[in-house]
């Protein structure tokens, strides 16, 4: 059996940036928008404030817009997991480093693996999109939409220290978090029996 479960998409993405973005910011674009239409400075001077945003936000705030509009997907995925019935599960994003590294890093933690075990195996992924042959491609896609790539496409160890600080800071704790997702204690139990028997 296979599933197709989408964490994030890009409607969630700018529903997230628009949460961080100052409304002054929102504001002036609504009153630029009109002009967007004919002018490609226009529409470039209305992206601005949400790309320096997105860009300035790195993957920390992709991280933090992942936990919190994704959560549906992350549930769904959890209780795929939790169901020893379904075993064995593989579970993978385009790179395995964004969606797949925050699962892994939630179910690791939720077991209690260290933190520092929990960030060295997410920096593993590094050096995915070269080891794909895809770096050029995905450097081409984000400067199209012009994201930092240098930005986006690494998986530093601070990224995943950083994100875990801030579950716990958020949420109160891992279980806070799945709490928060609607992934009870009765279905955390489950979940640790299945990947613990």
């Known amino acids: ?37 004919v002018s490609k400075t226009a529409r470039d001077k209305i992206k601005k404030p949400f790309l320096d945003e997105i ?15 994704g959560a549906p997907g992350i549930k769904h995925v959890l209780d795929i997991i939790s169901d020893s019935n379904r075993h064995p599960v593989a579970f993978y994003c385009t790179a395995g480093k964004d969606r797949t590294g925050m699962i892994a890093a939630i179910i690791l933690a939720f077991l209690g693996v260290p933190d ?11 050096n995915v999109y070269a080891e794909m042959n895809d ?8 400067s199209q939409r012009n994201l930092d790539a240098k930005t986006f496409l690494g998986a530093p160890p601070e990224v995943m220290r950083d994100t875990l600080k801030n579950i716990r800071k958020t949420y109160g704790s891992v279980e806070g978090y799945l709490d928060f997702i609607g992934f009870g204690e009765e279905s955390r139990e489950r979940l640790r029996y299945a990947l613990t028997q």
């Open 1 to 37: 059996e296979r599933h197709f479960v989408s964490i994030m998409n890009e409607v969630k993405y700018v529903r997230g940036t628009l949460s961080k973005v100052r409304k002054r910011d929102i504001a002036g674009a609504i009153i630029k928008s009109p002009s967007a239409i």
């Open 135 to 142: 770096h050029k491609a995905m450097v081409g896609a984000l």
């Open 55 to 69: 860009n300035g936000g790195g993957l920390p705030m992709l991280n933090e817009l992942l936990l919190r509009f």
């Open 116 to 126: 520092e075990a929990i960030v060295e195996d997410y920096s593993l992924s590094a």
